[in-house]
Nanobody
Framework: QLRIVESGGGLVQPGGSLRLSCAASGFTTNYYVIGWFRQAPGKEREGVSCISSSGGRLNYADSVKGRFTISRDNAKNTVYLQMNSLKPEDTAVYYC?????????????????????WGRGTQVTVSS
């Protein structure tokens, strides 16, 4: 059974850092594009970043460009989102999603409608 589990969220002060992990089981991430999305209270889910199956193509929303870095370790079936210089407006539930047919970078930011498999999310709160 295909499963995605996010971890690494928490409470951090503005300017701080967190690293989110997206661990997959039941499928091999080598063949999937992985995307990160977030949803703040009262707002629609928005794309944050994606990484191609090989890791050679990356894509970021303008709001996180230069602060967030996506990477993947296919040997561990895990994708990471390193988040630096966090701002209060980064506060949201962060979701990881996978899809085998989407093209990372075809749309900026990634579109949630294009991803079939989703985790349950991890809360990130940026506050002093």
């Amino acid at each position: 059974q295909l499963r995605i589990v996010e971890s690494g969220g928490g409470l951090v002060q503005p300017g701080g850092s967190l690293r989110l992990s997206c661990a997959a089981s039941g499928f091999t991430t080598n063949y999937y594009v992985i995307g990160w999305f977030r949803q703040a209270p009262g707002k629609e889910r928005e794309g944050v970043s994606c990484i191609s199956s090989s890791g050679g193509r990356l894509n970021y929303a303008d709001s996180v460009k230069g602060r967030f870095t996506i990477s993947r370790d296919n040997a561990k079936n895990t994708v990471y989102l390193q988040m630096n210089s966090l701002k209060p407006e980064d506060t949201a539930v962060y979701y990881c999603a996978a899809d085998s047919s989407v093209s990372c970078g075809r749309s900026t930011p990634p579109r949630s409608s294009e991803y079939d498999y989703w985790g349950r999310g991890t809360q990130v709160t940026v506050s002093s």
